[in-house]
């Protein structure tokens, strides 16, 4: 037994060359687990972004509530308070605040992740008073920053531009309707105070 060991040895060293020899080169190794056999998924490009105040934001047109398409650039000569939303039910409450902010000369825009037929129908029955947009992609969400890639929805925030388009307020987060009047009526006293 003592002999044989080390025979067997010597036999194993001799035969790796030609086993070596056998494996064609360039073979890929193959997959030890079986999830590394899944073929690639192609990944999409995650659109993000971030706008700053004192600055334009990006142009982009959508479908409304009202059956039309909108281009930010057309509102521009108003002031404009855009309420992203992550779901359409969630704009209900500023139904309540729309006379406040027209009386500010406030145009107030609801945007959300839905399709523009589902919108339609919803601010009819609704009878909202306000047009919203619909983003059914998210793209524009997250062209201002404000769509969370991990859960595929838009985030809730609020924008505030003045009439030459220039951003002038950027909130984040769920804010209280009457709160939204008094941080626009903010925007336009600062904005005049530093006009004069």
């Keep these: 037994m ?19 020899q056998e494996i064609p080169k360039g073979t890929p190794p193959r997959p030890s687990r079986p999830e590394a056999r899944a073929p690639l998924q192609p990944t999409r490009p995650r659109l993000s972004a971030n706008i ?3 600055e334009k934001p990006p142009n982009f047109e959508l479908h409304t509530s009202r059956g039309r398409d909108l281009a930010l650039s057309s509102l521009r000569g108003e002031w ?12 209900r409450p500023l139904r309540s605040i729309q006379q406040d902010l027209a009386a500010l000369e406030v145009t107030l825009i609801g945007l959300c992740r839905d399709n523009p037929q589902g919108l339609r129908s919803f601010a009819r029955r609704e009878a909202f008073p306000f047009e919203i947009m619909a983003d059914p992609t998210g793209e524009i969400s997250a062209l201002y920053g404000l769509y969370d890639h ?7 925030g609020c924008i505030v531009l003045d009439r030459e388009g220039i951003v002038r307020l950027i909130l984040q987060g769920e804010t209280e309707p009457a709160t939204l009047v008094e941080l626009a009526r903010y925007a336009i006293n600062e904005r005049r105070a530093r006009t004069r």
């Design 2 to 20: 003592r002999v044989l060991a080390p025979s067997l040895l010597i036999l194993a060293c001799a035969c790796l060359p030609a086993l070596a």
């Design 52 to 54: 700053v105040v004192g």
């Design 80 to 91: 404009v308070l855009l309420r992203f939303a992550r779901d359409r039910r969630e704009l």
């Design 150 to 156: 991990t859960t595929s929805s838009s985030r809730n």
